[in-house]
């Protein structure tokens, strides 16, 4: 009887030793290491001692690159454009834009909650685009006029001395500072090309079309390509020229027609 008693004490004293042993190779502070309580340990421990906010910016995904750049004609442009001079005075506040326009007036704008991606200003009109909107300004303006894009992730600029237009990869956003107002233009499987302003007109390609706008009015004319690719455009003061190899699409301001004429005769 005495020596069953002795070998369960002796069990038990052993027992005791493990557990103790276990539990202090599972804390971390005695150097020990158990890989999944370890683990949990150290991935969570430091984010409960962070502040709700602090949890919010570090689990916040990552913000949208925007990429606004300056457009760039595919088709030689021949036009031979006047001096032209920037006449709106465009000036960055405290959280805000300021146009003085020819006649002195001033036309503010409020950026409070908004980011500016891009602005830029050329003869008669100035553009601002923000995450949320698109926003024109001229010398006949009253006020900004806003218009509404669709939040892609990159934008092509073009500016002319009475339109200025904002291309995305499904979209045409035109500025006319004869009306101010923001004209948009759906591209149907096609690819914008040129664009050119010349005084009352603007001229665009595409790979599939051209189009020109005249302001005043904001009439569209279109010619479609029938598979020909324009390689040279040109503005003169009564016609704009498209030409595609021996091939030439004449647009006369006079009677607002395409006229397709044979170069090789």
Known sequence: ??????????????????????????????????????????????????????????????????????????????TAYPYIQTTINFVKGHLSFKAFLSDGQ???????????WHSQCYGDLCVLITQKNLLGVSNSSSEWEKGHHFGEEHYRVAMGHRAALVASDRKLYLFNSYTNHW?????????????????????????????????????????????RVIHQFEMRDGFINFYAGDKLWMFRHQTENFEEVDLTD
């Open 183 to 227: 004209e948009t233009i759906s591209l149907e499987q096609e690819t914008i090309r040129s664009f050119a302003n010349l005084y009352d007109k603007v001229a665009i390609t595409t790979t599939r079309r051209m189009l020109v706008i005249d302001l005043p009015s904001e009439t569209q004319f279109e010619e479609n390509l029938l598979l």
């Open 1 to 78: 009887m005495r020596n069953r008693f002795y070998i369960l004490s002796l069990f038990l004293v052993v027992g005791f030793i493990f557990a103790n042993l276990g539990v202090v190779r599972a804390d971390p502070r005695h150097g020990g290491y158990d890989q999944r309580q370890g683990n949990h340990d150290t991935r969570l421990t430091p984010l409960r001692q962070l502040s709700p906010e602090a949890n919010r910016i570090l689990n916040a995904p990552p913000p949208v690159t925007h990429q606004v750049t300056a457009f760039e004609s595919h088709i030689t442009d021949k």
């Open 106 to 116: 001033e036309i503010s704008y409020s950026t409070r909650g908004e980011h500016i």
